[in-house]
């Protein structure tokens, strides 16, 4: 029998037990081996619960029990998981998380500590949610060279972008209904900011890479300027608007970022709406991939956290190989990376707007304004123009 024990029985953790205990028989088959959830570790007590048996409070009992092989950390946030995770894993118990905030901030130290002590630090569920995006990485891509990796990877700004297109509606006015409805957080500001969305595409950048890419050096923007309006132009441009992490390997060095990008119905990401999320995966000798599926909730992530438990019971004693070194990777400043712009500008500057940008399209559908959409440009030179432009009242990238 392997002891699993569960560190934070929210959302994430109440589902881990739900799929250990729902898909029993299929999991041991799959881990040759009997597992058995034998700690819930939460702060709180859960009377009436199912579990209650298996609640503590104390992580020392967890890591003092020699059955226990594999932890569970779904508590979410630096610490106390980054402290417990770490201690687990030097006392040879394998850890398996969902946590993308402290897997992006301290993930290659983790999984040399895992190394170090002959077991699994595996973060599936912390990217994408249910979607299977790490292991693929890991595992199924080992012989192409990924040039670039392109995601909607937080199902929150997805939902909203999505229901603003369908029903014309502001970004505050769907953000309150979604809080309402409990799609989105009393505290959006992870999600809308694109805070969340830039842990995710590190996380894969790292696994691109296998060098250490920080999320702090990644360029981020969220959707709260995104308008209606916005969305009419979006349309008109046979586009969508959607909030992008993206990374990509150039000829002169790395570049990532996470912005609203207005979409050509062409692309995939294009019909990847509502809570789902996808990330689209391009190798030098496969071409373009896709993975797609919910990349949150109970159950879907749960799955994920779950299929790490299987893996880490299929290779006790033993570290499967992840590369993602310690060193860090210097990335392109997003200043010398292009793209097309769009544009929106006050009709009376319309005449400098000419002068100032190579123009490929003009729309015209606003009273009293302009839409452009610029050749490729650098960030550097787009920004330096738009100073010039006091008439211009938004910009959104493209992407083709
Ligand atoms: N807040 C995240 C999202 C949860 O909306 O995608 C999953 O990481």
Redesign the pocket.
């Known amino acids: 029998m392997v002891q699993v024990a569960v560190l934070g029985y929210g959302t994430v953790g109440s589902g881990v037990v739900e799929v250990i205990e729902k898909n029993k028989e299929k999991i041991n088959l799959r881990s040759e081996a009997e597992l058995n959830v034998k700690y819930i570790l939460d702060l709180r007590d859960f009377p009436g619960d199912p579990y209650e048996d298996k609640v503590v409070h104390d992580i020392n009992l967890i890591l003092e029990d020699e059955e226990v092989k594999i932890v569970c950390e779904t508590m979410g946030g630096i610490e106390p998981a980054f402290t417990f995770s770490k201690r687990a894993l030097e006392l040879g118990k394998s850890v398996c998380t969902s946590n ?1 905030e402290l897997v992006a901030a301290h993930g290659p130290e983790l999984l040399e500590i895992a190394k170090a002590n002959k077991c699994n630090y595996l973060f599936e569920a912390s990217v994408g ?1 249910g979607i299977p995006i790490i292991r693929p990485m890991n595992y199924s891509l080992t012989a192409e060279k990924i040039e670039s990796i392109t995601g909607i990877l ?3 700004t997805n939902y909203i972008l999505t229901k603003m297109e369908r029903e014309g509606a502001d970004f505050s006015e769907v953000l309150k209904e979604a809080q309402e409805k409990g799609y989105a957080e009393r505290n959006p500001e992870a ?1 809308v900011e694109g805070h ?1 969305a830039c842990r995710k595409i590190a996380i894969l950048s790292s696994l691109m890479t296998g060098k250490y890419v920080k999320y702090q050096d990644i360029y981020t923007e969220g959707i709260t300027k995104i308008s209606a309006e916005d969305f009419r132009y979006a349309k008109e441009l046979q586009t969508s608007i959607k909030l992008l992490g993206m990374s990509k390997d150039t000829k002169d060095g790395y570049e990532a970022m996470v912005a609203p990008f207005m979409i050509s119905d062409d692309h995939p990401l294009h019909a990847v709406n509502g809570v789902f999320n996808a990330i689209f995966v391009h190798g030098n000798m496969l071409g373009d991939s896709m993975f797609y599926g919910r ?2 909730g109970k159950l879907p992530t749960a799955s994920a956290v779950v299929s790490d438990v299987v893996d880490c019971a299929r290779h006790l004693g033993k570290t499967i190989i992840c590369i993602w070194d310690k060193e860090e990777l210097s990335l392109k400043d997003y200043r010398d990376s292009s793209k097309e712009f769009f544009l929106r500008v006050k009709k009376e500057g319309w005449e400098k707007a000419k002068e100032l940008f190579e123009i490929q399209q003009v729309v015209e559908i606003i009273d009293g304004e302009v839409g452009i959409v610029t050749k490729e440009m650098t960030e550097r030179a787009f920004e330096e123009k738009a100073a010039k432009l006091p008439e211009m009242i938004t910009r959104i990238r493209m992407e083709k």
Request: aromatic share 0%; no cysteine; hydrophobic share 10%.
């Open positions: 993308k949610g937080n199902g929150t999600d969340d990349g949150a």
